[in-house]
């Protein structure tokens, strides 16, 4: 280093006034360093541009992917079901059910069974006294499947205890029955089996196999084989006919019975649940599946708020910005980070070609444009439902024609997926664009440091030599004033 590149310094020279010179001698050599600064902070910038841009992009290619799903799959094929009674009726339809109208006249609602004990004196001691301590063993039919049940009686204990030994039993061997104690008054109680499940195929049948459990407690073998009606204190069947305990009704004409209230298996893709039952005289209820255009209108609102948000994201990011100087002297534009990035401007097309072409592959008369079901494209590449009745005159009139417009070889959604799925997928453009913008980073990342480095060694050397001017200059001060003494 030349001593011309030096800064003046003085014997009166400082440690912060060296510090200072060699700050502004390194500030002075930097430029470089901030310049490549300015390009990673830009290349950050854009990383983050394209990671926010391929969110949105794999948020949009959701909606696509499900709209371009076919047959049952297809969200345009949603059905719903009305009920002209629903206090006696209720139902759902699948996408797969057909559109109709059905009578319904519901005459039976399905119960489980019910099996009541005699009302025993809670303190009595009946039941041990007749068994005797030990462990006595029961067993429990239900569904065709018969499990027995052992419980253990101690000398001298009470009805209640009893019964409640029998419930909690029974409840652990987990074999769908259900067993209770009610107290109907304040000194009597009633041991109480229930079925999990509805229907005659579900009906309890119990037996004593050692010990006279079941029948100490009113469940004698005439009782449970004639299913003898329960009453107010004698024990018995809340139903004494199976054939009560399954739901009966009769759908179009013909007559059903299902061991349960809610019905899958009559109608494709419709689920009924019986609510309430009828007189044989009363109108039936109808029962009306037609396509669920509140939900099909909700998916075509998140398709289009998707797709939005794709356009206002390139938009915002390839559209330059003007601004209005304070001093009138003219505006100043401010360069978008996309701009002129012709990928983004192809996307842009393309997106829109899409939306602009008919179908080429949707049956003759049936809708071939997103305009044809009241979708319109807006001036600024935004989609808007602008026309609802359209779409549910299209969902009524030809329903598998909207979802044909979405999912058939040449649909809307099709060709939008396959458009979308080249910028989102692993290894696709938009990785591409993340992958390359941080490795020039990672190098731009490279340079700084090494630059950064040379800097330092140089401003290190600086730092000694003024150390060693600023010294040599004390020395000879000192060395002139011992002189001047002489």
Excluded: C
């Excluded at 050599?29 to 950050?44: A, C, G, R, T």
């Excluded at 059905?102 to 009595?124: F, I, P, R």
């Amino acid at each position: 280093m030349s001593s011309s590149s030096i800064p003046a310094l003085d014997s009166s020279s400082t440690a912060s006034s060296v510090d200072q010179l060699v700050t502004e001698y390194v500030d002075s050599i930097s430029q470089p360093v901030y310049e490549l600064q300015s390009q990673e902070s830009n290349i950050n910038l854009l990383v983050s541009i394209y990671q926010n841009l391929k969110s949105t992009l794999s948020s949009f290619e959701s909606q696509t992917s499900g709209l371009k799903s076919v047959g049952t799959l297809s969200p345009m094929r949603a059905k719903t079901v009305s009920s002209s009674d629903a206090s006696t009726v209720t139902a759902t339809a699948q996408p797969g059910a057909t559109l109709g109208t059905h009578s319904l006249l519901v005459t039976q609602l399905a119960k489980y069974d019910t099996l009541v004990s005699s009302e025993m004196s809670q303190s009595g001691t009946d039941i041990s006294d007749a068994d005797g301590a030990g462990t006595s063993t029961f067993s429990v039919t239900i569904n065709n499947k018969t499990t027995d049940i052992k419980v253990a009686v101690n000398s001298g204990d009470s009805n209640s205890k009893v019964m409640a030994n029998i419930a909690a039993a029974l409840n652990a061997a987990n074999i769908g029955v259900n067993a209770s104690v009610v107290n109907d008054t304040s000194s009597t109680a009633r041991l109480v089996f229930t079925s999990n499940n509805s229907g005659s195929t579900n009906s309890i049948s119990v037996a004593d196999v050692s010990g006279n459990m079941m029948e100490d407690v009113g469940w004698t073998a005439g009782v449970i084989s004639d299913r003898t009606a329960s009453s107010s204190t004698g024990a018995g069947f809340v139903n004494s006919d199976t054939g009560s305990l399954d739901a009966k009704f009769t759908l179009d004409g013909i007559p059903i019975a299902r061991s349960t209230n809610t019905i899958s298996d009559v109608l494709n893709g419709v689920t009924f649940s019986l609510l309430g039952t009828q007189q044989p005289t009363d109108d039936p209820v109808t029962l009306t599946v037609s396509p669920d255009t509140s939900a099909i209108q909700t998916t075509v609102q998140s398709f289009i708020s998707s797709y939005n948000k794709v356009i206002s994201s390139l938009s915002q990011n390839m559209t330059d910005t003007s601004t209005n100087s304070s001093d009138g002297s003219g505006a100043t534009v401010t360069r978008a980070p996309l701009a002129g990035d012709v990928t983004f401007m192809n996307l842009q097309l393309s997106l829109q070609n899409i939306l602009m072409s008919p179908v080429s592959s949707a049956k003759s008369g049936n809708p071939n444009s997103l305009s044809a079901i009241g979708i319109t494209l807006n001036n600024d590449g935004t989609l808007s439902l602008s026309n609802q009745s359209a779409l549910t005159t299209a969902l009524t009139t030809s329903p598998t024609g909207v979802s044909d417009l979405f999912n058939s070889t040449n649909g809307v959604a099709v060709q939008l997926d396959n458009l979308v799925k080249s910028f989102t997928s692993p290894g696709g453009i938009m990785d591409q664009k993340v992958n390359g913008g941080q490795d020039q980073i990672s190098s731009m990342t490279d340079m700084i440091n090494s630059m950064q480095s040379s800097i330092n060694i140089q401003a290190d050397a600086m730092r000694n030599q003024f150390t060693a001017y600023q010294s040599l200059l004390i020395q000879m001060n000192q060395t002139e004033s011992s002189l001047n003494t002489i």
